[in-house]
């Protein structure tokens, strides 16, 4: 679902769960995080990220460009070659 959302713009609440805190966070995905409980803090984020249009826009057109460059069909297909490559041999 994550990037699903991502692909349709849409701003992300996350709960950092392990595959996101491996392998998504560190390519610099904007979201906003919790740990298991929201906060008042990231209650505060996602108003903002709800209200104001300029922030939003850029958050989510960032992530898309993010996924774009790591998870689009251009990104992976080289890496599916090999894969099936050394797995048919």
Do not use: M, W
Not at 44 to 58: F, N
């Amino acid at each position: 679902a994550f990037l699903e959302a991502v692909y349709f713009r849409k701003p992300l609440l996350v709960n950092r769960y392990p595959v996101y805190v491996a392998d998504l966070a560190p390519l610099g995905f904007r979201c906003v995080e919790i740990d298991g409980a929201v906060t008042a803090q990231a209650v505060g984020a996602v108003r903002q990220l709800l209200e104001d249009a300029t922030l939003r826009s850029a958050v989510v057109e960032h992530n898309f460009a993010l996924a774009r460059d790591h998870f689009s069909y251009e990104a992976v297909a080289p890496q599916l070659e090999v894969a099936l490559t050394v797995a048919l041999q």
